[in-house]
C-alpha cells in the first residue's frame, strides 16, 4: 500500500485485544477525502472498537494511525478532537438536564476574562444548524426532546469543534424512518462541504442508498472493501456474516387459537403533559399468532407496554392474560424483551450468568436451602449461550457491560424465551442487530408462534413489521386508530396510518 495523500485517514494493521477475544485482527481501513466510507459487520465483529481506536478510547497492540500521509499517536479523545476527528456513540453521551446549546459546547467554551461568551456560541451554532439542515430548540433541555433531536445535538456537537472527520457508529439504530431518510440526507450534505464519513451499521438499504465504499469485517478480521454502486445486499450480506442469509421472514400462515391476552378499555396517564399517553386502548391476542403494534416512536407505545408489564399504573381499563388479570402480578404469565436494554433488560455490571437466571433464581433447579447452586445455574447458562450464539469474550462470567449491544440483546431474547410463558412480549427485539442475528430471531419469534405463544411485537422498522406479524395494530396519539393485514396492504398505506393522515374507528375490537 503506498503512502498516498489521497486518504484522509489510513488505519493500517491495526490490532487490539481484549481478556479473551481479538476484536481487531490486522485490519487496515483507508477513508478518502469527501467520502462516505461505511463500516459493515456483525454484533461483535469489531466495528466500535476499530472506531474507539481511532477516536483515542483504545490504544491497539499493533499498527499505526496516519492523517493525510502522516502518522499520528491518538492517545485520547482530546488528540482525536485536536486532529478534527469526531464521533457520534451508539448510546448518546450527553447530560439530560443540561439545555441543548450547553451540551453542545460543554468542553469547548468560548471564554473571555474567564467569563462564558454564551452569545458567540449560540450564534456559531445556530449558523451551523442552517448551514447542515440541523433544526434543533437550542434552550430544551435534552431530556425532554426525541432521540432523533439528541441525535443532531451530538452531530451539531461535532461541527462546533470544527472536525473534519466524522464516525457515526450505528446512527440510526434509535431513529425513526423518517428521522433516518433526514439523516441520511444530513450526511450527504456534509461530505458535499468537505467532511469526510465513517459510518458503522449493519443496515444494508441505508448502506447501498448513502455510501459510496463499504469495509466488511468479521470476527475481527478484515474482508474486504467494495464500491457499493458495483455491489448488492445480498453479495454484503454474505460477506459479512459468512454464509447465505434469509433477508425475508419464512412463515406459514397463522392458525390463531384461543385468546391469551385481552386489552379492553386501557388508559394510561402520561408523565410528560396532562393529555393520557395511552387511551382507551383495546384488543385481542390470540394462541398461535403474532400482533404488531406499528407506529411512529412517541405516539403511546413505550407508556402502553409499561403499563402492560408493570413498569407504569394504568388509570382505567383491563388486561387480563389466558382469563388472569395480571395488574398485581405480570410476570408468571409474559416474556418481555423490553425496549430499553440498559435499563430494563439487564443488570449490566453483573455476568452473563447471572443476567440469565435474574427471574428464576429462586426456582429449586437453581436453588437450595437459601444457596444458589453455581454449578447449575453455570451449565444452564452454557446451554443458552450455544442455542442462541451470544458471543463474549470469557462466556458465562463475561461482565455484561463489556459485551458488544447485539449480544446484549441476544442473551436478553434467550432468557425470555427460554422461561416459556403464553404470551412473549417483544418490544423494538431485533433494534441494533445485523442480517445474521436478525433472521435468527425472526425465526425464533416464529417457532414459538407456531408452539402456540401468542406474540405481541411491538416495532418501528417498517420491514419487521410488514413480514413477521399476522397482524398490524397501528398506534397514534396513544389509540389504535387501523387494524390492517400485512399481506393485503403497502407501507405507503401503514404510513399513512402512523403520521394520523388516516384512521378506520373499528380499531383492534372486531379482530
Same mark, same amino acid.
Request: aromatic fraction near 6%.
Given at each position: 500500500?503506498?503512502?498516498?495523500?489521497?486518504?484522509?485517514?489510513?488505519?493500517?494493521?491495526?490490532?487490539?485485544?481484549?481478556?479473551? @477475544?481479538?476484536?481487531? &485482527?490486522?485490519? %487496515?481501513?483507508? $477513508?478518502?477525502?469527501? #467520502? +462516505?466510507?461505511? !463500516? /459493515?459487520?456483525?454484533?461483535?465483529?469489531?466495528?466500535?472498537?476499530?472506531?474507539?481506536?481511532?477516536?483515542?478510547?483504545?490504544?491497539?497492540?499493533?499498527?499505526?494511525?496516519?492523517?493525510?500521509?502522516?502518522?499520528?499517536?491518538?492517545?485520547?479523545?482530546?488528540?482525536?478532537?485536536?486532529?478534527?476527528?469526531?464521533?457520534?456513540?451508539?448510546?448518546?453521551?450527553?447530560?439530560?438536564?443540561?439545555?441543548?446549546?450547553?451540551?453542545?459546547?460543554?468542553?469547548?467554551?468560548?471564554?473571555?476574562?474567564?467569563?462564558?461568551?454564551?452569545?458567540?456560541?449560540?450564534?456559531?451554532?445556530?449558523?451551523?444548524?442552517?448551514?447542515?439542515?440541523?433544526?434543533?430548540?437550542?434552550?430544551?433541555?435534552?431530556?425532554?426532546?426525541?432521540?432523533?433531536?439528541?441525535?443532531?445535538?451530538?452531530?451539531?456537537?461535532?461541527?462546533?469543534?470544527?472536525?473534519? @472527520?466524522?464516525?457515526? &457508529?450505528?446512527? %440510526?439504530?434509535? $431513529?425513526?424512518?423518517? #428521522? +433516518?431518510?433526514? !439523516? /441520511?440526507?444530513?450526511?450527504?450534505?456534509?461530505?458535499?462541504?468537505?467532511k469526510s464519513i465513517l459510518f458503522i451499521s449493519h443496515k444494508l438499504n441505508e448502506i447501498m442508498s448513502v455510501a459510496?465504499?463499504?469495509?466488511?469485517?468479521?470476527?475481527?478480521?478484515?474482508?474486504?472493501?467494495?464500491?457499493?454502486?458495483?455491489?448488492?445486499?445480498?453479495?454484503?450480506?454474505?460477506?459479512?456474516?459468512?454464509?447465505?442469509?434469509?433477508?425475508?421472514?419464512?412463515?406459514d400462515e397463522a392458525h390463531p387459537g384461543d385468546v391469551v391476552l385481552s386489552v379492553k378499555g386501557f388508559t394510561v396517564p402520561s408523565h410528560l403533559h396532562k393529555k393520557d399517553a395511552v387511551h382507551n386502548v383495546s384488543f385481542d391476542v390470540r394462541a398461535g399468532e403474532i400482533v404488531c403494534i406499528a407506529g411512529i416512536d412517541g405516539n403511546g407505545q413505550t407508556e402502553f407496554i409499561h403499563g402492560l408489564t408493570g413498569l407504569d399504573k394504568s388509570s382505567g381499563g383491563s388486561i387480563t392474560v389466558c382469563g388472569h388479570d395480571i395488574s398485581h402480578y405480570w410476570g408468571e404469565y409474559i416474556s418481555h424483551i423490553p425496549e430499553d436494554r440498559h435499563k430494563h433488560g439487564l443488570v449490566l455490571d453483573f455476568t452473563l450468568e447471572q443476567n440469565l437466571v435474574l427471574q428464576r433464581y429462586k426456582e429449586p433447579r437453581f436453588e437450595k436451602a437459601g444457596f444458589i447452586k453455581r454449578d447449575a445455574v453455570r451449565s444452564y447458562a452454557q446451554q443458552l449461550i450455544e442455542k442462541f450464539d451470544v458471543r463474549s469474550g470469557q462466556g458465562p462470567i463475561t461482565v455484561v457491560r463489556s459485551m458488544s449491544g447485539g449480544n446484549q440483546q441476544k442473551a436478553i431474547i434467550a432468557r425470555e424465551l427460554d422461561r416459556d410463558k403464553p404470551l412473549i412480549v417483544a418490544v423494538q427485539p431485533t433494534r441494533g442487530l445485523d442480517v445474521g442475528a436478525i433472521e435468527y430471531i425472526h425465526s425464533q419469534l416464529v417457532a414459538e408462534r407456531d408452539r402456540g405463544k401468542a406474540v405481541l411485537l411491538v416495532s418501528l422498522e417498517l420491514d419487521e413489521v410488514m413480514s413477521l406479524s399476522d397482524r398490524i395494530l397501528v398506534m397514534y396519539e396513544g389509540e389504535i386508530v387501523g387494524q390492517l393485514d400485512p399481506k393485503k396492504t403497502s407501507v405507503s398505506e401503514l404510513g399513512l396510518y402512523m403520521s394520523g393522515a388516516k384512521r378506520d374507528n373499528k380499531g383492534g375490537d372486531e379482530a
Amino acid at each position: 500500500m503506498e503512502n498516498s495523500p489521497q486518504y484522509v485517514i489510513e488505519m493500517l494493521h491495526i490490532t487490539k485485544e481484549f481478556p479473551g @477475544i481479538k476484536a481487531n &485482527d490486522d485490519i %487496515t481501513l483507508q $477513508l478518502r477525502k469527501g #467520502e +462516505i466510507h461505511a !463500516l /459493515l459487520g456483525e454484533n461483535g465483529a469489531g466495528k466500535s472498537t476499530l472506531m474507539s481506536v481511532l477516536f483515542g478510547l483504545y490504544q491497539p497492540e499493533e499498527g499505526e494511525i496516519r492523517k493525510n500521509g502522516q502518522t499520528v499517536k491518538i492517545n485520547d479523545p482530546n488528540d482525536a478532537t485536536a486532529l478534527g476527528i469526531g464521533m457520534v456513540h451508539q448510546h448518546f453521551q450527553l447530560v439530560d438536564v443540561f439545555t441543548v446549546l450547553d451540551n453542545i459546547i460543554l468542553g469547548a467554551e468560548t471564554t473571555k476574562m474567564g467569563f462564558l461568551q454564551k452569545k458567540e456560541a449560540r450564534k456559531k451554532v445556530q449558523e451551523l444548524s442552517e448551514r447542515y439542515g440541523l433544526a434543533v430548540d437550542l434552550d430544551a433541555k435534552v431530556e425532554d426532546i426525541t432521540v432523533g433531536m439528541q441525535q443532531r445535538v451530538e452531530i451539531l456537537k461535532m461541527l462546533y469543534r470544527d472536525n473534519e @472527520i466524522l464516525i457515526f &457508529d450505528e446512527p %440510526t439504530a434509535v $431513529l425513526t424512518p423518517q #428521522e +433516518i431518510d433526514e !439523516l /441520511l440526507l444530513i450526511m450527504k450534505n456534509l461530505t458535499r462541504e468537505g467532511k469526510s464519513i465513517l459510518f458503522i451499521s449493519h443496515k444494508l438499504n441505508e448502506i447501498m442508498s448513502v455510501a459510496d465504499r463499504v469495509t466488511v469485517l468479521r470476527k475481527g478480521k478484515y474482508i474486504g472493501t467494495v464500491n457499493t454502486k458495483d455491489t448488492n445486499k445480498q453479495e454484503l450480506s454474505n460477506m459479512m456474516v459468512g454464509r447465505p442469509v434469509q433477508l425475508q421472514v419464512n412463515k406459514d400462515e397463522a392458525h390463531p387459537g384461543d385468546v391469551v391476552l385481552s386489552v379492553k378499555g386501557f388508559t394510561v396517564p402520561s408523565h410528560l403533559h396532562k393529555k393520557d399517553a395511552v387511551h382507551n386502548v383495546s384488543f385481542d391476542v390470540r394462541a398461535g399468532e403474532i400482533v404488531c403494534i406499528a407506529g411512529i416512536d412517541g405516539n403511546g407505545q413505550t407508556e402502553f407496554i409499561h403499563g402492560l408489564t408493570g413498569l407504569d399504573k394504568s388509570s382505567g381499563g383491563s388486561i387480563t392474560v389466558c382469563g388472569h388479570d395480571i395488574s398485581h402480578y405480570w410476570g408468571e404469565y409474559i416474556s418481555h424483551i423490553p425496549e430499553d436494554r440498559h435499563k430494563h433488560g439487564l443488570v449490566l455490571d453483573f455476568t452473563l450468568e447471572q443476567n440469565l437466571v435474574l427471574q428464576r433464581y429462586k426456582e429449586p433447579r437453581f436453588e437450595k436451602a437459601g444457596f444458589i447452586k453455581r454449578d447449575a445455574v453455570r451449565s444452564y447458562a452454557q446451554q443458552l449461550i450455544e442455542k442462541f450464539d451470544v458471543r463474549s469474550g470469557q462466556g458465562p462470567i463475561t461482565v455484561v457491560r463489556s459485551m458488544s449491544g447485539g449480544n446484549q440483546q441476544k442473551a436478553i431474547i434467550a432468557r425470555e424465551l427460554d422461561r416459556d410463558k403464553p404470551l412473549i412480549v417483544a418490544v423494538q427485539p431485533t433494534r441494533g442487530l445485523d442480517v445474521g442475528a436478525i433472521e435468527y430471531i425472526h425465526s425464533q419469534l416464529v417457532a414459538e408462534r407456531d408452539r402456540g405463544k401468542a406474540v405481541l411485537l411491538v416495532s418501528l422498522e417498517l420491514d419487521e413489521v410488514m413480514s413477521l406479524s399476522d397482524r398490524i395494530l397501528v398506534m397514534y396519539e396513544g389509540e389504535i386508530v387501523g387494524q390492517l393485514d400485512p399481506k393485503k396492504t403497502s407501507v405507503s398505506e401503514l404510513g399513512l396510518y402512523m403520521s394520523g393522515a388516516k384512521r378506520d374507528n373499528k380499531g383492534g375490537d372486531e379482530a
